[in-house]
């Protein structure tokens, strides 16, 4: 059974991925950079307040970047407040010169390092969150209305540099799918930051013109408004699959002085999800002389690169891909796009040979000069390039024989020889670098180590290390590291990879229920090979606090591997992930874990997860006894339509219609909890609603929490729901009475949403 304290452990566990600091210390290394990025400081949490370090990669020195105990009693004595060394009222600095500045207590501070006296100072105003600064801070540029304008950020002049903006015609917004508008309004927010991108030299601006006039519109009834007034009624631009119109993307170059508009001369591009500008689909040549974009056809079976001529607007072609599947750059639809564009060559990603891979192109004629790297393993983003020593400097998974997922610094020069490691070791590394490229961050552990950040410089060599994640409070919890395991998928031949969350208090003597804690991609893998749990883990360890064995694994379909491991999804988005590789992996697993209860196991996702939820219990009764579905896009056929027929096809019906676990509902046999945001603008609530018609129609008994005012990731309810969800959980799986401990609210701030959609 689960015990009150089992559920503050779970509380502690829920709040890790939010709160960097309070469990582990040192795991998060965020770099701010100073002097044009050849020095950085950065805060490490202590569970109390922040540690504020300075760091010189080129003089090898890593410093206080200030006495805190000194400013501390400094800044008590000018403001009249208590001020804790271990806890400085303030979350960032600025360092000028010999002094830092600060805001605490409701006004700004400069503190002197030579004297260590404190006094309230003039400050510069933070920049408008809504507005893109230029590179030399002179200019911002922000969205109005449906036009882009500029303001000096010298004199607060502002002019408009657009003037013809109209509704659904706009300047510098993405598509309204993806605007997460619910969750803007809980922060008083209009819109997101627009759509644009500066020239390197502070001139010009590309921006986009975003069309959705043809697109569909949908609804959201909101039952409580803030304003506690009548329900409202919320319109959004929203395409389902076969759709005839999606949104669009015309590309525009702006000459900020000058107030002058380049059109680009070609078809708009399509822009199913996102700004082609913000997921760094466009983007300038660093000399400024060029922009280059990525487009393909509705299809998604050709890749181009296109060059626009900013000054006329001229697009010409540079090269092309075409493939018998999707053809991607990059495997993960959340990172950029591997394509480098240099001085006369081009550095294309390609899975061609199977695997994903870098291939030089001719920049000027578009013919292929050769294959850059090759081998069963594969390229995940490129870090560097020397062009002077024709050097690219790249992460790529693979390589490590315990774990294919894992990351690795590599080198190879442009012809494709010198291939070598750069981290020679067998754990997995996160990269931060700043704009100049001269260092890196390297940030190296694998599920059950806790990371290690260092500076290096391309060579390898280690120039300062920074910290070494304490993990102290975390294992006070009663947690313990988790297992990576690796087993056969359904077909007895491919190796799939997941992680095992022994319950808390784990007697081995003992059987408990088992969770498989489902996501099935296609476009982001379920478990990372780093320590940190991220998004993606942010249920598992809390249920494991509860009591339960919990299995996350990555089956075929999932990117990260061979282009055939990732194209299993490929028309086949009613099983992405591979809910069979699953169960055949909960089967092995407990032929060696007599711990594991195969009589009681149950499901719990989210999003994607909440689909795969319900369909491991529609599909496999004999296997799910319960099961908790969150926000599940339960029915391709009224879902984004860019994610959908990315992997089901852009004409397949059929398809999309096998993905949808209402036409399924009569097969339901276990326990099933749904619950939906009532303002998910994301996956609409009508989702679970057409799910529960036809559960009910068919009688089949369920649980159903509508939850009001919520988005996608329920994010000012996130306790309440979670509670809900493992009250359940611990009935229908241990069957007992959970205890009646009620977990804290998390407080919405702008750290916890950074943190959340890092």
């Not at 697109?215 to 909101?222: F, I």
């Not at 020889?417 to 704009?435: N, Q």
């Amino acid at each position: 059974m689960s015990t009150t304290q089992d559920y503050q452990a779970a509380e502690q566990l829920l709040r890790r991925p939010a709160r960097p600091g309070e469990l582990v210390i040192g795991d998060k290394v965020r770099p701010q950079w100073i002097d044009g990025g050849t020095r950085f400081w950065y805060a490490v949490s202590n569970g109390v307040g922040r540690r504020f370090v300075l760091v010189d990669p080129a003089a090898g020195t890593r410093e206080p970047a200030f006495d805190h105990a000194r400013l501390a009693a400094a800044l008590a004595a000018a403001s009249g407040q208590q001020v804790d060394p271990e806890a400085l009222p303030f979350m960032a600095i600025e360092l000028a010169g010999n002094a830092v500045e600060f805001d605490a207590f409701g006004e700004h501070w400069r503190c002197r390092l030579d004297s260590y006296a404190c006094e309230r100072a003039e400050f510069t105003p933070p920049g408008n969150p809504l507005e893109v600064p230029s590179p030399d801070k002179k200019v911002a540029v922000s969205q109005r209305g449906h036009d882009l304008w500029a303001r000096s950020l010298a004199d607060g002049r502002e002019w408009a540099l657009t003037t013809d903006g109209e509704p659904d015609y706009q300047y510098g917004s993405g598509p309204d799918c993806t605007s997460n508008g619910t969750l803007l309004r809980k922060f008083g927010l209009p819109h997101l930051p627009p759509a644009v991108a500066w020239s390197p030299d502070s001139t010009k601006v590309l921006a986009h013109r975003t069309d959705e006039r043809g697109v569909r519109q949908t609804h959201l009834v909101e039952a409580r408004p803030a304003d506690g007034g009548v329900p409202v009624l919320r319109t959004q631009r929203y395409a389902y699959p076969g759709d005839e119109n999606m949104p669009q993307a015309q590309l525009v170059v702006l000459d900020v002085a000058e107030g002058t508009v380049v059109r680009a001369q070609a078809e708009p591009l399509l822009m199913p999800q996102f700004s082609p500008i913000m997921i760094k689909w466009a983007w300038w040549a660093p000399d400024g002389s060029a922009v280059y974009y990525l487009g393909q056809p509705r299809d998604l079976r050709t890749l181009t690169l296109h060059r626009l001529d900013p000054a006329t607007g001229e697009v010409t072609t540079v090269l092309s891909e075409t493939g018998a599947t999707r053809v991607e750059p990059n495997q993960w639809m959340n990172e950029p796009p591997i394509v480098w564009v240099l001085a006369d060559e081009v550095l294309w990603y390609s899975q061609r040979d199977g695997w994903g891979h870098l291939y030089r192109y001719d920049l000027r004629t578009g013919a292929l000069l050769g294959q850059v790297t090759s081998g069963q393993w594969a390229v995940r983003q490129i870090l560097h390039v020397d062009e002077a020593e024709r050097v690219v400097y790249f992460t790529a998974s693979g390589l490590v024989d315990e774990d294919p997922y894992r990351r690795t610094v590599c080198r190879v020069g442009l012809d494709g020889s010198g291939f070598a490691k750069v981290t020679d070791d067998e754990l997995d590394h996160i990269v931060t670098m700043p704009d100049t490229m001269e260092y890196f961050i390297d940030s190296a552990s694998t599920v059950d180590t806790p990371p290690v950040s260092r500076v290096r410089d391309w060579a390898g060599r280690v120039l300062v290390e920074l910290e070494r994640a304490d993990i102290t409070k975390l294992t006070a919890t009663g947690w313990t590291p988790p297992e990576r395991f690796c087993v056969k998928a359904a077909d007895g031949v491919t190796d799939i990879y997941g992680v095992l969350y022994r319950p808390r208090g784990f007697d081995p003597a003992q059987r408990y229920p088992v969770v498989d804690s489902v996501y099935p991609g296609p476009q982001v893998d379920r478990v990372a090979p780093c320590f940190d749990p991220g998004g993606m883990g942010l249920d598992a360890e809390p249920i494991a606090a509860l009591g339960f064995v919990v299995v996350a694994v990555d089956g075929r379909g999932t990117p990260g591997r061979s282009k055939s491991f990732h194209d299993a999804s490929c028309g086949h988005l009613a099983d992405a992930g591979c809910l069979a590789d699953h169960v055949a992996a909960l089967r092995q697993l407990a032929r060696t874990r007599p711990w594991m209860d195969l009589d009681r196991v149950g499901a719990f996702g989210h999003s994607g997860g909440g689909f795969a939820t319900a369909r491991a219990m529609l599909d496999f009764p004999e296997v799910y006894k319960a099961g908790v579905a969150l926000d599940g896009p339960h029915d391709a056929r009224y879902f984004n339509l860019g994610f959908v027929e990315a992997y089901d096809g852009a004409d397949n019906p059929e398809a999309w219609a096998r993905a949808s676990n209402v036409d399924l509902a009569d097969r339901l046999a276990g326990k099933l909890l749904l619950i939906h945001g009532e303002m998910d603008d994301q996956v609409h609530p009508d989702h679970t609603l057409r799910l529960a018609d036809r559960l009910i129609a068919a009688d089949k008994d369920f649980e159903l929490l509508i939850v009001p005012g919520a988005e996608h990731t329920f994010i000012d309810c996130l306790a309440y729901v979670r509670k809900r969800c493992w009250d359940f959980l611990v009935r229908e799986l241990m069957g007992t009475q959970p205890p009646a401990y009620r977990p804290a609210p998390i407080a919405i701030d702008p750290e916890l949403l950074g943190e959340l959609f890092a």
